[in-house]
């Protein structure tokens, strides 16, 4: 059981560049989410999708648009990279609003 | 002021030692705790989840909540280096979407 997967784990990118990060669950839950993390910040929600079919923005949308490819898959892009989005990305899923799971991380660095 | 406030440490402790990690929170409309302990360079790992007041243990470790202080506590027994990581409180309403609220994180180091 490999529960939430993200790839990739590192990426670095230039400036104005576009990528996509991908995020996989297996565990039949409906609600994902992407969070970015950064040092003194803690996590901040970036999206989230409560069921399949929607999604909504987060505390600091800005610059990302995502997908909710089917009930499996939420993907995160952006569109123009920015140094200011060089983070620790984290995919994370729960059945609805109880304890979340989350992936080991994709680590971003816009130069 | 956040919806979460957790002491973002660091706190360092002799191995054997009893570790305390609090939070707290302003939103009296929280129904589920939890704890996860995050590794360097991993992803956060959900330790301990709880539902209303009281204490559950599991193992060397034990959660407490105290709903009328909102005040959360993970307690650590026996600390050892493994358990050296960061920890995140974490709650939700329990209703809706977007309502899981996470603290900063304190970073623990069990020295050997």
């Known amino acids: 059981n490999a529960g939430v997967t993200q790839t990739p784990k590192f990426q670095v990118l230039k400036t104005g560049q576009s990528m996509t990060l991908q995020c996989a669950q297996d565990m039949n839950h409906n609600s994902m989410y992407w969070y970015r993390q950064d040092p003194g910040m803690g996590l901040r929600l970036i999206y989230y999708?409560?069921?399949?079919?929607?999604?909504d923005k987060g505390e600091v949308p800005n610059g990302y648009n995502v997908s909710r490819l089917n009930k499996r898959e939420f993907s995160l892009r952006l569109e123009s990279a920015a140094p200011s989005q060089t983070s620790v990305y984290f995919c994370a899923s729960s059945i609805w609003n109880t304890e979340a799971f989350f992936g080991q991380g994709t680590r971003l660095t816009v130069v | 002021q956040k919806e979460v406030e957790q002491d973002p440490g660091p706190l360092s402790v002799p191995e054997g030692a009893i570790v305390s990690l609090n939070c707290t929170y302003s939103n009296s409309a929280f129904q589920y705790f939890m704890w996860y302990r995050q590794y360097s360079r991993k992803g956060p790992e959900l330790l301990m989840y709880t539902y209303s007041s009281g204490n559950k243990e599991d193992g060397r470790f034990t959660a407490q909540v105290d709903k009328s202080s909102k005040y959360i506590s993970l307690f650590i027994r026996d600390s050892q280096p493994s358990d050296s990581a960061t920890y995140l409180c974490?709650?939700?309403?329990?209703?809706?979407?977007?309502?899981?609220?996470f603290g900063t994180g304190t970073r623990l180091t069990v020295i050997p």
């Open positions: 974490a709650m939700t309403l329990g209703t809706g979407a977007n309502n899981l609220f």
């Open positions: 999708s409560a069921s399949e079919g929607t999604t």
